[in-house]
């Protein structure tokens, strides 16, 4: 287990955290006179754990640790902690839960496109688009809980909701395009690759009764000669 594969593993084990602090009302800290109450602790952990997310990337290109199960367990670790926070805000009444849904249900399809994808024989990336839809989803949902405090951030961290969803819909659209892309690429080359192996399969068959035909036509030569020379040898008169 390489350091980026833990910080992915923390990563996950942040949701549950968080989740537990976003919706305890009751916790508070005090800090130097400070009252730090359960939204900015959650704020927190969120943050931590989204720089999980851009650290263990890093490390992992850099130190040439890109493993199986880190690419398999980054973009899951990545919807479960923002699936997550969304789902508590809904509880929280601080976001509308059909954007939830969308936005969720926006994950699941992606995930479903990706594994046909890789049934198919190819990948799908992350595109810019996704990118700048991550980032704006982090940004959306820390102003969305300091906005449960601050009533003036609100108006903003709704606004940045909805470019979440414009971004996450667009990317979608994209992502959907390329998959339809490359799945039709795959199989023109499939379908080609077929009548290749079909018409070599022809030529083939067509080589061998050809062959056929050739082997018969000289064994009914051979046999022509044998019978005209057995023809000949009794027309011969016996010897004295």
């Keep these: 287990m390489n350091i980026p594969n833990s910080l992915t593993l923390a990563r996950i084990f942040f949701v549950p955290l968080l989740v537990a602090v976003l919706v305890q009302e009751r916790i508070q800290l005090h800090f130097?006179?400070?009252?730090?109450?359960?939204?900015?602790?959650?704020?927190?952990?969120?943050?931590?754990?989204?720089?999980?997310?851009?650290?263990?990337?890093?490390?992992?290109?850099?130190?040439?640790?890109?493993?199986?199960?880190?690419?398999?367990?980054?973009?899951?670790?990545?919807?479960?902690?923002?699936?997550?926070?969304?789902?508590?805000?809904?509880?929280?009444?601080?976001?509308?839960?059909?954007?939830?849904?969308?936005?969720?249900?926006?994950?699941?399809?992606?995930?479903?496109?990706?594994?046909?994808?890789?049934?198919?024989g190819f990948t799908i990336s992350a595109s810019e688009l996704g990118k700048t839809k991550t980032v704006f989803q982090v940004i959306a949902i820390s102003l969305l809980m300091i906005g449960v405090r601050q009533p003036k951030i609100a108006a903003l961290a709704d606004l940045s909701l909805y470019v979440v969803v414009l971004f996450s819909t667009w990317s979608a659209i994209a992502y959907f395009a390329r998959f339809w892309r490359m799945l039709d690429t795959n199989i023109k080359q499939r379908r080609r690759a077929e009548l290749l192996a079909a018409d070599r399969q022809r030529r083939r068959a067509l080589f061998a009764e050809k062959r056929d035909a050739m082997l018969e036509r000289r064994q009914a030569r051979a046999e022509k000669k044998r019978a005209d020379f057995a023809a000949q040898t009794v027309d011969l008169p016996p010897s004295t």
């Design 32 to 120: 130097n006179g400070a009252v730090v109450n359960n939204d900015l602790i959650a704020l927190m952990i969120f943050w931590v754990a989204a720089a999980t997310d851009l650290l263990d990337g890093y490390l992992a290109r850099r130190w040439k640790q890109v493993t199986t199960i880190g690419t398999l367990l980054d973009p899951i670790a990545d919807k479960l902690l923002v699936s997550a926070a969304l789902i508590a805000l809904v509880q929280e009444k601080v976001v509308p839960a059909w954007l939830v849904i969308l936005l969720i249900g926006r994950e699941f399809a992606v995930s479903g496109l990706r594994s046909i994808a890789a049934t198919e």
